[in-house]
């Protein structure tokens, strides 16, 4: 391969298909872009869940000039300066638009709050069906989720141009886990919703359809707004037992991203199944997702065997959080390993989950410099 020929994976094959952007061209493709298009760029594309947030000193002025995280939330002025506030610091390739997780169940109807160390808290929870009856119409939804469609607008603008903007979503079992359980961050065996989910699945069946429905259309909003990826976060599909996983993560999964692409052809998806372990498989293969996230229990050599390779995907990932906080070799090392192992395929390189908020700015400056430092020459076989 010549040092400008773009490598794609073909049914499991490495092809040249192009050339990279020449200097001068005015906006060559975004890199992340690129990698989720399924190309394995000269580096990877490097940006990290959760990049925005408690970690950084500056984060904790505004989200308090806000009046909190509701308020943030719902502000495009403050959430747009949060999310910019880690592009600022670091040259990532990506940008996540800042808004969280349980909105999309507060503009279904219920009530929205947190509490220090407690995460989000919903209230009233839903347990059974009929709590649901009162609940959607779809021009409330939009109507209570616009501060993050203009959030999304006014980042269009501010972003630098070489910055891609990813939108998201949670999936629906995650969302359904904070509705039906009512409380977050903290520790849960997730009882309640497994009860119903096991013992009455066609009672519950409603509570996943409804936020379907409602997910496809929040990220059809953001994807109008200007969102040019959008990532779709199932951050408790490893809770699910096998025999539910296909009814509550993948079918969902595949009926969101199924109707994305259907309205938006070349919309890229990335899905985080977290957790999924042997399950993540099946998941690339009935999701259609352009980009499979990787948890940190992913084992790489199978990443690169069956889903760069044998599915032909994009990776992400997948970095354990801790890694970030610790710093120095053992960071180093570990990022140097995930590199090796998947930058001969599509591969962005991000956590295996969210910032945590010990985490030293300065560990994240030093993994995003090594990242952008990985060498574009090193010949495929020697990755492989
Ligand atoms: C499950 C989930 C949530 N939220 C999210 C997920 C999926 C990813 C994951 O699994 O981590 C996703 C999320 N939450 C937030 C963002 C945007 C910021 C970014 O990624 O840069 C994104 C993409 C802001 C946030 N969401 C939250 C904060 C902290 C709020 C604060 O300032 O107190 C931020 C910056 C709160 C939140 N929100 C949620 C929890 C469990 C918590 C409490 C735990 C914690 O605080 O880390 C729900």
Same mark, same amino acid.
């Given at each position: 391969m010549g040092p400008s020929g773009i490598l794609?994976?073909?049914?499991?094959?490495r092809q040249v298909v192009g050339l990279d952007p020449v200097p001068g061209n005015?906006?060559?493709?975004?890199?992340?872009?690129?990698?989720?298009? $399924?190309?394995?760029?000269?580096?990877?594309?490097?940006?990290? %869940?959760?990049? &925005? =947030?408690?970690? !950084?000193?500056?984060?904790?002025?505004?989200?308090?000039?806000?009046?909190? %995280? /509701?308020?943030?939330?719902n502000s495009p002025e403050h959430a747009v300066e949060v999310t910019l506030q880690p592009i600022r610091r670091f040259p990532l390739d990506a940008a996540i638009v800042f808004a969280d997780l349980p909105q999309v169940a507060a503009a279904l109807g219920q009530t929205l709050d947190y509490r220090p160390g407690d995460g989000?808290?919903?209230?009233?929870?839903?347990?059974?069906?009929?709590?649901? *009856?009162?609940?959607l119409s779809v021009s409330r939804l939009h109507e209570e989720l616009?501060?993050?469609?203009?959030?999304?607008?006014?980042?269009?603008r501010a972003l630098p141009p070489e910055t891609a903007l990813i939108g998201y979503a949670g999936a629906?079992?995650?969302i359904a886990t904070y509705m039906v359980e009512g409380r977050g961050g903290g520790p849960s065996e997730h009882s309640i919703i497994k009860q119903w989910a096991l013992s009455d699945p066609d009672g519950f069946q409603p509570l996943i359809d409804l936020l379907t429905t409602a997910i496809t259309e929040f990220l059809d909003r953001q994807i109008q707004a200007g969102a040019e990826a959008v990532?779709?976060? #199932?951050s408790w599909a490893g809770i699910l037992p096998d025999v539910l996983f296909e009814r509550? @993560?993948?079918?969902?999964?595949a009926a969101i991203i199924a109707a994305l692409k259907d309205k938006h052809p070349g919309i890229p998806v990335i899905a985080f199944p977290r957790g999924a372990g042997?399950?993540? #498989?099946?998941? &690339? +293969? *009935?999701? $259609?997702? #352009? @980009?499979?996230?990787? #948890?940190?229990?992913?084992?790489? +050599?199978? &990443? /690169?065997?069956? %889903?760069?390779?044998?599915? =032909?995907?994009?990776?992400?990932?997948? !970095?354990?959080?801790q890694l970030l906080v610790a710093g120095g070799s053992a960071l180093h090392a570990e990022a140097d390993r995930i590199l090796r192992a998947l930058s001969g395929g599509p591969f962005v390189f991000n956590l295996g989950h969210g910032i945590v908020k010990t985490t030293p700015p300065e560990h994240v400056a030093a993994l995003v410099r090594q990242v952008r430092a990985w060498p574009a020459s090193v010949s495929p076989d020697r990755l492989g």
């Open positions: 794609k994976i073909v049914n499991g094959t005015i906006q060559p493709k975004k890199l992340l872009l690129r990698a989720l298009a $399924g190309e394995r760029t000269e580096r990877p594309p490097i940006w990290l %869940m959760r990049q &925005a =947030g408690r970690y !950084l000193p500056e984060y904790h002025q505004v989200r308090e000039a806000a009046g909190g %995280m /509701v308020g943030l939330c989000p808290i919903l209230t009233p929870p839903v347990r059974s069906a009929a709590d649901i *009856a009162g609940f616009a501060p993050i469609y203009e959030t999304v607008r006014q980042l269009t629906p079992w995650t990532q779709l976060f #199932d509550w @993560c993948v079918k969902p999964a042997l399950a993540y #498989d099946g998941f &690339a +293969e *009935a999701t $259609g997702a #352009d @980009c499979i996230g990787l #948890d940190g229990t992913v084992p790489l +050599e199978w &990443a /690169v065997q069956k %889903m760069q390779r044998g599915l =032909g995907r994009c990776v992400q990932g997948n !970095l354990d959080p």
